[in-house]
């Protein structure tokens, strides 16, 4: 049976057995497949009204790791930053990600989308050439008129996973209240619920410990969202606490388990 193309991911086909589904075929999250499947289908296929439905079934994908059973030839790779100091660790984390990543994809491709605060702490000199990076006013300067393409609708159609990193306390509260001022706010209202989305917060520790921090935190969380949980240090302005962002390697090592490649880790 030859392989076929779906997107940017290259199946190898296995034929099916009874009551399986396509890379199911033990039928793990056949409930909560049939759940969503229903539920789109009463709504018209509209995702908005289908997030609790589609967040279990991505969630028993994870549990169950079947999103390693699909052989992904290319991988489309989406890190947002926003206006943190810990922007200025995005040289890392992207050479770390490519790296790690390289022995599962035969072919990364990653751009970055940054709001106008996330440009003000890394060169993008420092950045390869390689990685595309997108900034606010790439949205307008590619609309010229009705019918061209939207950018931050094809960023999200483009991406297969999306990371935000560092989530600075604005941006937080933008995303849980569902305000898009931006590209990158804009690409995650428009992102499907469907795929993977993780954000590592990132903040002083009295803006984290602020009560409206937990309460928007859990409403990503509840959209479907994977957080990447903050760790206690010292921070840059000398504040001792929880807010920073978690370590490269942690993060890197998140995204890895929830691509389902864990055996690319050296």
Not at 188 to 208: D, G, H, Q, S
Not at 226 to 247: N, Y
Request: glycine letters at 6%; aromatic letters at 8%.
């Amino acid at each position: 049976m030859s392989s076929m193309t779906f997107g940017q991911k290259l199946f190898k086909p296995i034929p099916p057995e009874k009551g399986s589904f396509p890379l199911d075929h033990d039928g793990l999250c056949k409930v909560s497949m049939i759940k969503y499947m229903k539920c789109l289908n009463k709504e018209n296929n509209n995702n908005s009204s289908c997030r609790l439905e589609a967040k279990d079934y991505l969630d028993c994908r994870m549990k169950n790791n079947l999103m390693a059973q699909e052989e992904w030839s290319k991988l489309g790779f989406s890190i947002g930053c926003t206006g943190s100091v810990a922007t200025i660790k995005l040289p890392i984390l992207l050479s770390d990600l490519k790296e790690k990543l390289s022995c599962k994809f035969e072919n990364i491709k990653i751009r970055v989308i940054v709001t106008t605060h996330a440009e003000h702490f890394f060169n993008k000199a420092d950045i390869t050439s390689d990685i595309d990076i997108f900034v606010d006013d790439d949205e307008w300067n590619s609309w010229k008129c009705r019918g061209d393409p939207v950018l931050h609708i094809e960023l999200g159609k483009w991406a297969d996973l999306l990371l935000i990193a560092p989530l600075d306390a604005n941006t937080l509260a933008k995303i849980a209240t569902g305000i898009c001022d931006n590209l990158l706010t804009c690409t995650v209202r428009a992102w499907e619920i469907t795929k993977p989305l993780l954000f590592c917060p990132a903040m002083n520790t009295k803006m984290y410990t602020h009560p409206l921090t937990s309460s928007q935190i859990n409403a990503l969380i509840a959209f479907g969202y994977k957080e990447v949980p903050v760790i206690e240090k010292t921070l840059i302005c000398g504040d001792t606490g929880p807010g920073a962002m978690a370590e490269v390697s942690t993060i890197v090592e998140t995204v890895i388990n929830v691509l389902g490649s864990s055996k690319c880790i050296t």
